[in-house]
Every structure is written in structure tokens, then in C-alpha cells.
């Protein structure tokens, strides 16, 4: 097969670790007969530098014309000055919005051999970690309007504040309610709806939806949870967890949580899909501007995202099992990036851990 891959390099440590997936994935299309060609787009800092803004129109279409899109992680403090509507974060919402990638997959999964790299307590871990969060991606309070006003105190003096929306249609949510049902029909069939439907509208709307939706999914084991609930039983007991679906920002919060408790972010991958199979795939981590140019990240999650692309964008599962496989056999052989290292292992770094799963495949 031809695919046509955009390819966002990011900034800071970004391009160490996309250009070890780059290779990942180059080994893979000599593997198995077919062509990647990639297009070099800049989105975040970099699109600043050169022009101005976060994700100028061309860079975008750039995308849109693409098979799918890996992308690195962009910003970070050269970039924390510039005006809050043309930061690097920008660039990356305006990328999930101008591509319509409602959808947001985030895989929990604990590799047995980094359980002991995760900071809850083996007992826990024991029981299994194994889950994925769906986050909505293009609507909530990221999309609402965001406005900051002066505004007179009671004492009559001024004094600002500031307005997030969270905004939400039936369709919106039925949508990624959808989604959740459908992954977790491939999966365990176990579904938790977040939500916070005891304070907020949008939450009460989105309960509606969701119960809706589970009279055509009766083979799913449905449950609601209040966000605040979800995150204390995510570290209290996440084996309960097989599928959980909820909007933008409780999405962001609980994935981030999600993928610390299996050991490191450094390992968390994710797809962002919509209607169509282009989609953005990246590591869920940043750009690690502390150990930038120091060849020391980890490039796994970047690479494991190029393996769901293939899976869920390219249909080649074979490929994408095998690169997980290659990480699987060399995280065996018990080579550890920093992030993961632990006593009786050997450090490699960010090339060298390309290096390892390339020999693999
Ligand atoms: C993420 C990130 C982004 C988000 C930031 C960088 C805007 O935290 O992908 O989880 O909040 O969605
Ligand atoms: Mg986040």
C-alpha cells in the first residue's frame, strides 16, 4: 500500500524521539512492501519561528490532503510570552478542530515488565490495568468562547475576570458517546461515563445522551461515575475500568492520570480520529524541554503511536502488532530509557532505544 504520512516534527526533544518512530516505520513499509511517503509540517513553535503563528492555513491543508498525521509535541518556555492566541497550544487545538478529530483514544495499559515502575502500590497493579479513556476532543470548555473583561468591584474599583464556556450539543455527545460504545463492543463490553452531572448542565445533558444510547448497546455493561469519583477510583482500584468515555477536559485531566499510574507517560500513546480514517496520532507526553538535545527521552510512546496508526488508520494490524511485539521483546532484554529505568537495567537512550526495536523488527 501508498501512504501519504504528514509529518509534524515538534520542538525541543520532539524531533529525537519522531525521528526514531520515522525509522520505525521505514523498516516496517521495507518489511512489508508498501510505500510511506511524508510531508514535513510545521505546527507550534517551530510555525512560529518561521511565521508568525502556530498552524498557518497551508500547514493545515497540508494534513487534510494526508493519509494520517504523526505528530511530536510542540511548545515550550521559548514560546511562553507570545500572545495566549498564538501559542504553540493553539496551533495543536486548531489542528483537532480544522481536521474535525472528535475523538480522543487513550490507552491505559500496564507492560508487566514496568509494573514496578508504577507509583501505586503492587497490590493494585496486580489485579491488571487495562483501559482506554475516550475523550471528546473538539467541543467542551477548550472550544467555548474564552473572554477576559474589566469589570467594577463592589468598592466601585476595577478589577478583571475572566470567562470559560462549556458548550455542548446532543450531537456532539451522542457522537463520542457512540465511539465509547463501539470500543467497548471490541473490548470487555464495560463502559463508565464521566461526567459531573451533579453541578453542570452540560454533564446533565450529556447523562441523558448516554442513557439514551445504552438501550441500543445492551450487551454493554454501562455505568455512570462523577468525575471527581473517577479520579480516586482510577488510583484506588483501576482494574474495575474497561472503556471510559467523557468530555475535553475531564478527558485531559483523568488521561494524564491515567497513563502515570502504568509506570510513565513516556510510554502513553494516542489516536485522534473523526468521521473520516486521517487521523492525528501522537505521544500523550510533551516536548521535554529540560533534556532536549540530550538524546535521553523516550521515544516508545511516539512509536507505539505510529503503530496505531497503522492499525486504526492504514488497517494493518499485522504491522502494528508487530512493532508492539519489538517494544514488548526489547523492554524483555530489559533496555530502559531514563523515565523507566530501574535497578538491574540497562540505560539506553533515545537512538539506541530506536536502534534496539528496528533490530527487533
Ligand atoms: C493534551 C494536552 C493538550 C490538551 C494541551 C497541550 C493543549 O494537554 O493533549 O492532553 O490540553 O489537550
Ligand atoms: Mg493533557
Not at 518512530?21 to 511517503?37: M, N, P, Q
Not at 487534510?64 to 496551533?91: M, N, T
Not at 521483546?329 to 530509557?337: E, K, M, P, Q, S
Request: glycine share 8%; proline share 4%.
Amino acid at each position: 500500500m501508498e501512504k501519504k504520512i504528514a509529518l509534524i516534527r515538534g520542538d525541543y526533544a520532539s524531533p529525537e524521539f519522531v525521528a526514531q518512530a520515522v525509522r520505525v516505520l521505514d523498516r516496517i513499509a521495507e518489511k512489508y512492501g508498501h510505500t510511506f511517503t511524508y510531508t514535513e509540517v510545521d505546527m507550534g513553535g517551530a510555525a512560529i519561528d518561521k511565521y508568525g503563528e502556530p498552524l498557518p492555513e497551508a500547514e493545515l491543508a497540508k494534513c487534510l490532503a494526508s493519509d494520517s498525521v504523526l505528530l511530536g509535541s510542540v511548545g515550550g518556555p521559548k514560546w511562553d510570552d507570545v500572545a495566549a492566541d498564538k501559542r504553540p497550544e493553539r496551533g495543536l487545538l486548531g489542528l483537532r478542530s480544522g481536521m474535525k478529530l472528535f475523538s480522543n483514544n487513550r490507552p491505559s495499559k500496564v507492560w508487566p515488565q514496568l509494573a514496578e515502575a508504577s507509583p501505586l502500590k503492587s497490590s493494585i497493579v496486580e489485579k491488571g490495568i487495562d483501559f482506554v479513556v475516550i475523550r471528546e476532543l473538539t467541543g467542551g470548555i477548550y472550544f467555548g468562547e474564552h473572554k477576559t473583561e474589566t469589570v467594577t468591584a463592589a468598592d466601585g474599583a476595577s478589577e478583571q475576570a475572566a470567562t470559560d464556556v462549556m458548550y455542548y450539543t446532543e450531537h456532539e455527545i451522542e457522537r463520542i458517546g457512540r465511539v465509547g460504545f463501539e470500543t467497548a463492543m471490541k473490548r470487555r463490553k464495560k463502559l463508565c461515563s464521566v461526567d459531573k452531572a451533579n453541578v453542570l448542565d452540560t454533564s446533565k445533558l450529556w447523562r441523558k445522551v448516554m442513557h439514551r444510547l445504552a438501550e441500543e448497546y445492551p450487551e454493554v455493561e454501562y455505568s455512570d461515575m462523577l468525575v471527581d469519583n473517577c479520579a480516586m477510583q482510577i488510583c484506588k482500584d483501576p482494574s474495575q475500568f474497561d472503556v471510559l468515555v467523557t468530555e475535553n477536559m475531564f478527558g485531559d485531566i483523568l488521561s494524564d492520570e491515567a497513563s502515570e499510574i502504568v509506570g510513565s507517560i513516556g510510554m502513553a500513546c494516542s489516536s485522534s480520529l473523526g468521521e473520516t480514517t486521517c487521523g492525528v496520532y501522537e505521544p500523550i507526553h510533551g516536548s521535554a524541554p529540560d533534556i532536549a538535545g540530550e538524546d535521553k527521552v523516550n521515544p516508545i510512546a511516539t512509536i507505539l503511536s505510529a503503530a496505531m496508526m497503522l492499525r486504526y488508520s492504514f488497517d494493518m494490524a499485522a504491522e502494528a502488532d508487530a512493532i508492539e511485539q519489538a517494544v514488548n521483546a526489547v523492554l524483555d532484554d530489559g533496555l530502559r530509557t531514563a523515565d523507566i529505568m530501574s535497578e538491574g537495567c540497562t540505560l539506553v537512550g533515545c537512538k539506541a532505544m530506536g536502534d534496539a526495536i528496528l533490530a527487533k523488527l
